[in-house]
């Protein structure tokens, strides 16, 4: 079976973790400050927060601006097409959610419905960089700018980057583009730390206080024996740990070529299953460079195209469900003909770092023969 996932572990990764696990220091200390160092440059932003999972890094994010202050009235606009860890985070920080459709081109929010529903209620805004193809952030910008004109105020856009290490919008790493980005470094990501996530922060004051927050809200920096620092502000346990760090540090010596093979077998895709009846690609921009993490496609006679991969040996799957039809979402359901119709239509089809010439061939071949 060709696999639509692989782990991607640098041979490198099994001495660097035993390292740590002998060295006498295994939680956070000098190889999570090591880590996030390297990511702030390969990023281009200082202001990175390492955690130990994106589903916490959204959790933290949210609670920084909405969820501490929130008294259960407050709305969060979010897609129900991504995993359920996005619009978990806006439960768990007791916001309510509403939902944007989803523009079947591109599989991310659909801006002009996302425009429409920004109200006085609206608390933050999150979006998936779905499959790795960033969102139009220019675009947001400008909705950002309307609504600030209109309602007073100004709401926090969280890019939900676990699809997306290495994306760019317009030649700059997303995390660089003004809002908070939330990276996943999980075991199937280009980027994996076994488990770990990133917050990156447009500022330092922010950066600050969840660096406090990600553990307890207690400064580790503090002499806590001789003088046990107050604290202000109750926090959480999402920090990372050294042995995490140490082994996201091997990967990412590695993680360009990782990204490179993933955006090469997608080329190779854009340029044979173009024209294939029955089945639509998603759209490309010039300024957005997808990472590719899956290949999603929207195949007529779904059922019918997933038994034929089934048969060939090619293991496909929508990855994430709607999140909008879950009993825990029910309340705040919606109209959503963008959802419905990629609902019923979206498939992921193996794009990574492991296919071999002969795998993709085989998968074009397959679909080109028809289901
Ligand atoms: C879109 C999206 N957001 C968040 C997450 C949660 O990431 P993690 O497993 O690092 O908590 C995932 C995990 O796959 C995801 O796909």
């Not at 998936?128 to 193809?133: P, Q, S, T």
């Not at 675009?139 to 926090?156: M, N």
């Not at 290495?166 to 030649?171: K, L, P, V, W």
């Not at 990133?198 to 922010?206: G, H, K, S, T, Y």
Request: hydrophobic share 45%; charged share 25%; net charge negative.
């Amino acid at each position: 079976m060709i696999p639509l996932f692989k782990v991607s572990m640098s041979e490198s990764a099994t001495g660097a973790a035993t390292q740590v696990l002998t060295s006498g220091h295994v939680g956070q200390g000098p190889k999570v400050a090591e880590f996030e160092q390297a990511l702030a440059e390969r990023i281009g932003n200082p202001n990175v927060v390492t955690v130990n999972s994106a589903t916490s890094g959204l959790h933290l994010a949210l609670h920084l601006v909405a969820g501490a202050a929130a008294d259960g009235t407050g709305e969060v606009l979010s897609t129900p097409l991504t995993f359920e860890a996005t619009n978990f985070s806006i439960l768990a920080n007791r916001l309510r959610v509403r939902w944007v459709d989803v523009d079947p081109d591109t599989l991310n929010v659909d801006l002009d419905d996302l425009a429409r529903k920004i109200t006085p209620a609206t608390r933050a805004i999150m979006v998936v960089h779905f499959a790795g193809y960033p969102v139009d952030l220019a675009r947001l910008t400008g909705i950002l700018d309307q609504a600030e004109a209109k309602f007073g105020f100004r709401p926090v856009v969280i890019e939900d980057c676990a699809h997306a290490w290495g994306a760019t919008y317009r030649g700059r790493e997303l995390g660089t583009h003004g809002n908070i980005s939330v990276f996943s470094f999980q075991a199937l990501k280009h980027l994996t730390c076994v488990d770990g996530g990133l917050i990156v922060f447009p500022d330092e004051a922010m950066a600050k206080r969840a660096r406090l927050l990600r553990w307890f809200g207690i400064d580790r920096t503090a002499d806590r024996l001789r003088n046990a620092p107050d604290v202000a502000e109750y926090g959480f346990k999402f920090h990372l740990t050294d042995l995490n760090a140490a082994i996201g540090l091997a990967n990412l010596s590695e993680v360009d070529d990782v990204l490179h093979k993933h955006r090469e077998n997608a080329a190779y895709y854009d340029r044979h299953l173009a024209g294939v009846a029955g089945l639509r690609l998603t759209e490309r921009a010039a300024e957005r460079n997808s990472s590719h993490w899956v290949y999603p496609v929207l195949v007529e006679n779904r059922d019918a195209f997933v038994k034929r991969m089934d048969e060939a040996g090619i293991m496909v799957s929508q990855v994430h469900e709607r999140n909008d039809k879950h009993e825990c979402l029910r309340e705040f359901s919606a109209l959503l003909p963008g959802m419905d119709h990629v609902a019923e239509r979206m498939v992921c089809l193996p794009v990574g770092w492991w296919l071999s010439e002969q795998d993709r061939r085989q998968i074009v071949e397959t679909i080109a023969a028809g289901w």
